[in-house]
């Protein structure tokens, strides 16, 4: 069994630096919680030496993090704009897949299975609209 909580605060800002330039940014502090139940391998039995099965572990943790994102929007024409972005994701693995993934000896939240992960992602384009057709390059 796994019980998970996340939650999370975010702030966002949108800035008109001048008529053709915009800036915006933001930032989002998030928790994620869990815990994992003992139990028992279903699809791959582990013994021990004296041929007694060998139960899972369970545990609990909690991890928190920052993400943040960053951009602007230049209007170069009245049909063209160009943009960058940057931004970051966080999350924790599957917690569901951590028993085919960490030895049934070792506790689940001792492993590094568990560790946050945090996902950067970076966006430089085109885009605009030329009469009746929208477009962008990325």
């Known amino acids: ?9 975010c702030a966002q800002v949108d800035i008109e630096v001048t008529e053709d330039l915009r800036l915006s940014g933001g930032v989002r502090v998030e928790d994620v919680s869990f815990e994992i139940g003992s139990g028992t391998r279903v699809f791959e039995v582990v013994t021990n030496p004296d041929g007694s099965q060998i139960s899972r572990q369970g545990g609990s943790g909690e991890n928190d993090g920052i993400a943040w994102n960053v951009g602007v929007t230049y209007d170069a024409t009245d049909w063209l704009n160009v943009y960058a972005n940057f931004a970051q994701g966080f999350e924790i693995p599957s917690l569901t897949s951590l ?40």
């Open 1 to 9: 069994p796994v019980e998970l909580e996340q939650w999370g605060i």
């Open 99 to 138: 028993g085919f993934r960490v030895p049934p000896d070792q506790p689940l939240t001792a492993s590094a299975a568990v560790e946050p992960q945090v996902v950067d992602n970076y966006v430089i384009g085109l885009r605009g609209a030329l009469g009746v057709c929208d477009y962008s390059l990325a």
